[in-house]
């Protein structure tokens, strides 16, 4: 019997390269700023059109200042990379969500929630964050500027299938676990290259307990273990979440859908070529030490030893070590922090700005702890005002930013300060990831909420209501 994997990607295939890659049909192409321009500049050197102009959706997010969005970008080169995809999508003919338009956004955030991204469709954008998309049961994945130009000509991409991996969890997680912690211990588990050249499907009883936007975190940090890509199995989470949405079936084609998506499962026979088990109940709220994603560990635990690690990996280990300022057999909590970031794909959704609030609610923010909290997209900043937690957020002394990418990567003004800490949900820590210099301790948005009000490390459980 097939995995979900194999089922999906098998009956994409348009073609087999003997001896070669696969030519496998692509139903959705993700374009934003940063990795499209060569790829259209390659289809008018060759006087091409897109294939399925209705298949693709362009959107800024790298880019895009967090504030003051209604006036002109004032540095140059990503006004340049903004105004570049505007232009293409225009002269192509595509579907383009600008700064200011209420479907902007963070592309991986904006896909689920519009119901572009359904069940059983193959997704592919320049970005190597797409395994988001995988958590509503799709096969998605990242490809390079070259691979979005064919995608763009011919709606198709040559690939190499990869192998296929199941995670599973299983069992109830503790107090101030999220889905960001599940991930973070996944990941100091298999490190980040332990994924390397597989397809992973989460499975177990945790993974399906998670709601719609946890998934899309677990399957979002897929890539930072060296995964092609994540995805779990659609059920009736993945309905309702997608059931209303702008882009989804209605009516008659909503219940075929339905009924299709429901066969999208691995079978009880079906054979991955790895298995990994965890149990949840090992799993506490998880923080990062070092200068890639794999090197976490538990918010109560101290600074690991280097002689617990492979004599190989002890001199870049203690590089990283020096590099975050921190010593071996360190404790992490009660460490100062300078910056706080709520946001970007892996954390930038409704329900993580609700953990947040959950905490700082009735509190004050630190003095002396700078705070960016910014939306993944204008429905979820439209989301949080419907709720209230602006004013909660508001009361506290925070102040809600405009959506975009912002402190998750140097690519906008959003820049943590040389030799700053700064305690970050997004998904990368690697030296100077979010600006020259800067430290980034990756967590969940409790442990970020925990951190904003004491600015300092501290276990969210010492805090939560």
Known sequence: MNTLF???????????????????????????????????????????????????????????????????????????????????????????????????????????????????????????????????????????TSEVE????????????????????????????????????????????????????????????????????????????????????????????????????????????????????????AVFDREVVFRAGDIEPMITYGTNPGMGTGITQTVPLSSSMPEAGRISYRKSLEYMGFNEGDPLTGKPVDYVFLGSCTNGRIEDFRLFASVVKGRKKAPGVTVWLVPGSWMVDAQIREEGLDKILEDAGFKLRQPGCSACLAMNDDKIPAGKYAVSTSNRNFEGRQGPGSRTLLASPLVAAAAAITGKVTDPREVME
């Open 6 to 144: 194999d089922k999906i990607w098998d009956s994409h295939v348009v073609a087999i390269v003997e001896n070669g890659p696969v030519q496998l049909y692509v139903d959705r192409l993700y374009c934003h700023e940063v990795t499209s321009p060569q790829a259209f500049a390659g289809l008018r050197e060759r006087g091409l059109k897109p294939l399925r102009p209705e298949r693709i959706f362009c959107m800024p997010d790298h880019n895009t200042p967090t504030h003051d969005q209604d006036k002109p970008i004032e540095d140059p080169v990503s006004k340049t990379q903004v105004d570049t995809l505007e232009k293409n999508a225009s002269d192509f003919g595509l579907a383009y969500f600008g700064m200011m338009h209420p479907k902007n956004g963070i592309i991986h955030v904006v896909g689920p929630e519009r119901g572009l991204t359904l069940p059983g469709m193959t997704i592919v954008c320049g970005d190597s964050h797409t395994s988001t998309h995988g958590a509503l049961g799709a096969v998605a994945f990242g490809i390079g």
């Open 150 to 269: 064919m995608a763009l000509a011919s709606q198709c991409i040559l690939q190499q299938k990869p192998k296929t991996m199941r995670i599973s969890i299983d069992g109830v997680t503790g107090k101030g676990v999220t889905a960001k912690d599940v991930a973070l211990y996944v990941m100091s588990n298999m490190t980040t290259g332990g994924a390397t050249g597989y397809f992973i499907e989460y499975a177990g009883s945790a993974v399906r307990r998670l709601t719609m936007e946890g998934r899309l975190t677990l399957c979002n940090l897929s890539i930072e273990m060296g995964a092609r890509g994540g995805m779990v199995a659609p059920d009736e989470t993945t309905f309702a979440y997608l059931k209303g949405r702008e882009y989804a079936p209605r009516g008659a084609a909503w219940d075929k859908a339905v009924a299709y998506w429901k066969t999208l499962a691995s079978g009880d026979d």
